[in-house]
């Protein structure tokens, strides 16, 4: 199938009109108006484009804009939703489509949502933890240290708390314990007279520590959402490695038949006890009492914002606005946030960080304490605990950072289509942030290790060409442990010796090109900043939230004149500029990166093309337009 045939790239598709709307008259589009206006033919057809992010050679950026123009009948779809047709093709170009998905994508709630019970195995999970409740069992809630685990922790700890379970929680110690469920924890459990094991966030690859429970007599019910692991036979097909577990609740099972596989072990859990709920008679509105929880650990999971995810976080949102948990309260208030403008920026940048602090540096169950505490004088201290450790956490960041890129840069590593990087004094709850910062610098598949008390430790972030949970499968041999995701995953080896082995490895299997190294900026609309008023800017608010697989759209036009800019912060890291077409329109933007190497770049070149997302500025009482520019030549 060629690129125009399947729409991910194709000429200019034509506006036939566009509406008058009150803030003034919108300029036309008419149907004669053509791309090469805005843009050339190279530049539509997905010619590659550099420029410079750093005054150093070394550190030149390659970029390749491409047009994303999927085929539809924008206009219909406009007329129907009442909609301008520019929002219409946004729609389309995040593959909604047909009238069903098109309503639940812009009007959809928490109605649509599917049936936990749809849900491999849910139904005996319920049954089974719903008996020990009756029979006044004990059970133990083993999570994990990230804001998914914490949260899913939180949900299930407080909804079986709620229907009269005797339980308890352990989250394991990143240092001591590792990721998810091991056999000390299982021995643990055992030795405490524990009669059950819940797992939330892990347990789908825990086949071996999962039969030790077994064997001590326990019971036990794994809720995950992580791939499940499997072994390639001889012909090429898959076994799938299921663990011995009582119930396995996950819908990345290949034979569960639940409509959507993408949730987070938070929601995974969270439809857990509204199954259960619905047998114990109460309302489906009493589990909406978690939906903030839920919305959390789906942004700050970074999952795709697609389907039920979609729902379960502006539905989420909403809640957030309102919380009353003291916790969350607390934590958006040192942050000099006000809950009701909770955005899932806060989310991912500014509050999730810090709840992954606590599992990174100390331990996770800090949070966990925050969620649950009673008194908002409680919760302070919790909060500001969290923040201060957070602070910590940044500067070791940026250390790691700094020194992985100058391993890489001054190395024969910078010819690796993957990166190792080994940074043994890293703690080693930092690989993953510091394996993404690399991923961003050198757009390749990263892997950061660090030197643990039993080993070697690692995280990876990917790139999209790349499914690190695949390729970790193809030289398993080499690794103690590992799993994860496509753009994800975590894995421990043996000791140093194994480093340069599983480099070598990584790098042997890999088929990506150079052209997957080019990171892609996929413009959704070539659009003249004259289009722009305030009606569709509040129109965009329908596409909200914004994230992972809903990507913010992104405009662009080429041919704008710079008639002047202004360089601020302490950083020299924001530019406001002011931009003309070449009818005289004029239109404030700002830029957020490296201010100097933007100036100079626009001193050299007489015009400007930039990529950009449309707003509205509002100060000292005024609304004005403008742009934010994402990327620029």
């Known amino acids: 199938m060629s690129e125009k045939q399947n729409g991910s790239i194709e000429p200019w598709l034509l506006y036939r009109t566009a509406k008058e709307t009150p803030d003034r008259k919108s300029p036309a589009f008419p149907d004669q108006m053509c791309l090469k206006k805005f843009f050339t033919k190279a530049e539509m057809t997905g010619k590659a484009f550099f420029r410079h992010i750093s005054k150093g050679e070394k550190n030149m950026r390659k970029e390749r804009w491409v047009v994303s123009a999927k085929r539809a009948d924008f206009q219909a779809i406009a007329d129907r939703y009442g909609i301008d047709p520019v929002i219409a093709r946004l729609i389309r170009n995040r593959d909604v489509i047909g009238e069903k998905e098109i309503e639940e994508y812009l009007f959809g709630d928490l109605e649509q949502l599917h049936d936990p019970f749809f849900m491999k195995d849910m139904e005996r999970a319920a049954d089974l933890i719903s008996e020990k409740i009756r029979e006044k069992k004990p059970i133990r809630i083993i999570g994990d240290y990230d804001i998914d685990g914490v949260t899913a922790t939180y949900i299930l700890l407080t909804g079986l708390r709620d229907l009269g379970a005797d339980v308890d929680v352990r989250i394991p110690d990143r240092i001591a314990d590792g990721y998810g469920l091991n056999e000390h924890l299982v021995q643990f459990a055992a030795d405490d007279g524990r009669d059950t094991i819940v797992t939330c966030d892990n347990g789908i690859a825990a086949g071996s520590q999962i039969r ?72 489906k509105e009493n589990s909406y009492r978690f939906l903030e929880f839920v919305a ?283 931009l003309a077409d070449d009818n005289g329109y004029r239109m404030d933007g700002v830029y957020f990166g490296e201010g100097e190497v933007f100036a100079a770049y626009v001193d050299t070149h007489p015009t400007l093309a930039v990529a950009y997302y449309p707003s509205i500025d509002t100060w000292n009482g005024r609304d004005q337009l403008q742009i934010n520019i994402q990327s620029y030549f």
């Open 212 to 283: 030790l429970a077994k064997d001590l007599g326990m019971t036990v019910v794994v809720t995950d959402h992580h791939e499940v692991p499997y072994e390639e036979e001889k012909n090429g097909e898959r076994r799938y490695l299921l663990p011995p577990a009582d119930a396995v609740v996950n819908p990345k099972q290949k034979d569960c038949t639940y409509p959507f596989s993408g949730l987070c072990g938070a929601a995974v859990a969270w439809k857990l006890i509204q199954a259960m709920e619905r047998k114990a008679g109460l309302p």
């Open 296 to 578: 959390i650990a789906t942004i700050g999971d970074v999952m795709e914002l697609q389907g039920e995810n979609r729902i379960l976080v502006k539905a989420g949102l909403r809640a957030l606005h309102k919380t009353q948990n003291p916790g969350l309260l607390e934590l958006i208030r040192v942050q000099g946030i006000e809950a009701e403008n909770v955005t899932p920026y806060h989310i991912g940048f500014v509050l999730g960080p810090c709840i992954n602090a606590s599992g990174r540096l100390d331990t996770a169950e800090h949070s966990l304490k925050l969620l649950c505490a009673q008194t908002r004088e409680e919760a302070a201290k919790l909060a500001g605990d969290l923040k201060d450790l957070n602070e910590s956490r940044k500067e070791l960041t940026r250390q790691g950072e700094k020194k992985a890129i100058e391993l890489v840069e001054n190395s024969a590593l910078q010819n690796d289509k993957v990166l190792v990087v080994y940074l043994p004094e890293c703690h080693e709850s930092l690989a993953g942030i510091i394996a993404g910062r690399l991923r961003e610098h050198f757009h390749k598949p990263s892997f950061v290790l660090t030197k643990s008390e039993d080993g070697i430790k690692g995280s990876g972030r990917s790139i999209e060409a790349y499914s690190m949970y695949e390729e970790l499968c193809k030289c398993k041999e080499l690794m103690k442990k590992f799993g994860g995701h496509p753009m994800a995953a975590g894995l421990s080896l043996a000791g140093e010796e194994m480093i340069e082995p599983f480099r070598q490895a990584l790098n042997e299997h890999a088929v990506l090109t150079e052209e997957d190294f080019v990171e892609k900026v996929v413009i959704d609309v070539p659009m003249p900043i004259a289009y722009i008023t305030k009606n569709l800017i509040r129109q965009l608010s329908l596409l909200e939230p914004f994230g992972k697989g809903n990507t913010k759209p992104l405009f662009a036009q080429k041919g704008l004149t710079v008639l002047n800019y202004r360089i601020f912060g302490k950083n020299r890291n924001v530019v406001k500029v002011q």
